[in-house]
Every structure is written in structure tokens, then in C-alpha cells.
């Protein structure tokens, strides 16, 4: 069964920042970053394909980077200059590509949870003011 470990989430203050690693099983997984607050729907943050191709949340434009290490299998998500909005669970996602005339591809739709299949258990990222 794969299986999707998260870390690096704390607690800093606003402004600081955090990295989050997520262990992959394979370097060609699709993968994403999202976040889940307390009384909110869980949302999408970044998404990396395995041609490192990049999508973004509005909310991550400008503060939040996402990076994978295809030899480690490690994905990353930089997390600077937060804000107390951004304390949420955040979670690691994985899918497979779709194999299509020998180009691997990853959702259209690439920060929507419901294209996604494996998931990790989180890891908490607490913003105070």
C-alpha cells in the first residue's frame, strides 16, 4: 500500500518561515500540497508533475514554493512570510499519470482533491500574530 509521510510543520510567528517534506513512493507520481483550517474545506495549494510543471493557489502566488527532489522522492513546500490565515493541516497528495501516447500526465485540474488517491495524514502549520 503506498503510503504519503509528511513533515516540518511548528509553530512560528507571523512572517516566519516553515519547509514541509513529503516522502514519495515514486518520482513519477503527480503530486500536490493542500491545506485544511478548522471549519474550512480543504483546499488546494501547489501541484507538481513529474516534468515539473507548476500550479498554483492564488493564496501560495508569491510566498510559497513548491520543489521536488526526484532522486530523494522527497516533495517540498516552502512556506515564507506567513500569515495567521495560513495555520491549517497541511497534507500531501499523490495520483498516478495518465499514460497517453507516451506523454505521462498529470489532472488538468491539478489543486482539486478529488483527483488525487493517496494521501498522507498531515502535518499541522500553526501561524500566530
Known amino acids: 500500500q503506498v503510503q504519503l509521510v509528511e513533515s516540518g510543520g511548528g509553530s512560528v510567528q507571523a512572517g516566519g518561515s516553515l519547509r514541509l517534506s513529503c516522502a514519495a513512493p515514486h518520482s513519477s507520481y503527480c503530486m500536490a500540497w493542500f491545506r485544511q483550517a478548522p471549519g474550512k474545506e480543504r483546499e488546494g495549494v501547489a501541484a507538481?508533475?513529474?516534468?515539473?510543471?507548476?500550479t498554483y493557489d492564488d493564496s501560495a502566488k508569491g510566498r510559497f514554493t513548491v520543489s521536488r527532489d526526484y532522486a530523494k522522492k522527497i516533495l517540498y513546500l516552502q512556506l515564507n512570510s506567513l500569515k495567521p490565515q495560513d495555520t491549517a493541516m497541511y497534507y500531501c497528495?499523490?495520483?498516478?499519470?495518465?499514460?497517453?501516447?507516451?506523454?505521462?500526465?498529470?489532472?488538468?485540474?491539478?489543486?482539486?482533491?478529488?483527483?488525487?488517491?493517496?494521501w498522507g495524514q498531515g502535518t499541522q502549520v500553526t501561524v500566530s500574530s
Open positions: 507538481i508533475d513529474s516534468y515539473s510543471r507548476i
Open positions: 497528495a499523490a495520483v498516478w499519470p495518465t499514460v497517453v501516447g507516451g506523454d505521462w500526465r498529470c489532472p488538468q485540474m491539478a489543486l482539486a482533491q478529488a483527483q488525487y488517491n493517496i
